[in-house]
């Protein structure tokens, strides 16, 4: 429709990095999903690999490491802001915004694009309650996750082509950062929605030895790292998985 995309956008309504073992368990049973998935969805970890996969899959990048984030009581007030940064970076961002504590209301739960249009028709678009530009944002105010999975891969199956993916040549990825102390010698099951580490999206070429959250599978600690330290490659014993092949083989042809 002639849009042109700065901002790739996720709305998130809360947010804390190192949540306790007890509030976790207390939200697990509550809303009826697993802790692991529930201690992701609030340090973050599944957020910043939402947007990474967004970044790569659709051209753009990340205007810092972990994402601006910014705290915001309306998508219009926040969407600005993060197609400002965009405009001044010359590349469309994948980023979030975080629901304003003590807001009247919380940010919807959602998705949105804000983009540019052709100036001719800025009268059309204040007409169809875009506003007065020249950033318009186009608001998808609900997801259906687990109805939406099954329609994607349907369509895939029936020759419709993927989605999306990390693409070929990725430029930004998820490093892993120390919730706590971890000793050498420390033994990780799975650092996804972990009381060990969280994810934070990284420039693959600003570190490119860091270490991926997604390759933290059965790990050993070589070394201790301190709360808040981002993990290296040389941080951690990685079993020899497909996962880590394909890691490598993504470094040795990164753009």
């Not at 309650?129 to 998808?140: D, I």
């Not at 951690?236 to 092949?245: F, M, N, S």
Request: proline fraction near 5%; charge should be neutral.
């Amino acid at each position: 429709m002639g849009f042109k995309p700065l901002v790739y956008c996720n709305l998130k309504g809360y947010l804390n990095h190192n949540p306790t073992l007890e509030d976790m368990l207390y939200w697990s049973k509550a809303q009826g999903i697993s802790l692991d998935q529930v201690t992701a969805f609030t340090d973050g970890t599944k957020l910043q690999l939402e947007q990474v996969l967004v970044a790569n899959g659709l051209g753009a990048t990340i205007a810092r490491q972990g994402l601006l984030g910014y705290l915001a009581a309306e998508v219009d007030e926040g969407s600005y802001r993060l197609a400002a940064d965009a405009s001044t970076i010359g590349q469309p961002i994948s980023d979030y915004l975080l629901s304003q504590p003590g807001a009247p209301r919380k940010l919807p739960a959602g998705v949105f694009i804000t983009a540019e249009h052709d100036p001719r028709q800025k009268d059309a678009l204040k007409y169809l309650k875009l506003g007065e530009g020249p950033f318009y944002t186009l608001l998808r105010n609900y997801h259906l996750c687990h109805l939406e999975i099954p329609k994607t891969i349907r369509e895939v199956v029936n020759g419709a082509g993927v989605l999306l993916d990390n693409s070929s040549k990725p430029t930004t990825s998820v490093a892993a950062i120390a919730k706590t102390r971890l000793a050498a010698g420390t033994h990780i099951v799975r650092a996804l929605g972990s009381f060990e580490v969280r994810g934070e999206a990284i420039l693959i070429k600003s570190m490119p030895a860091h270490l991926p959250i997604g390759l933290m599978r059965n790990v050993v600690m070589k070394r201790t790292v301190e709360p808040g330290q981002l993990l290296s490659m040389d941080d951690v014993e990685i079993p020899e998985t497909l996962a880590l092949k394909a890691w490598q083989y993504t470094l040795a042809h990164a753009a």
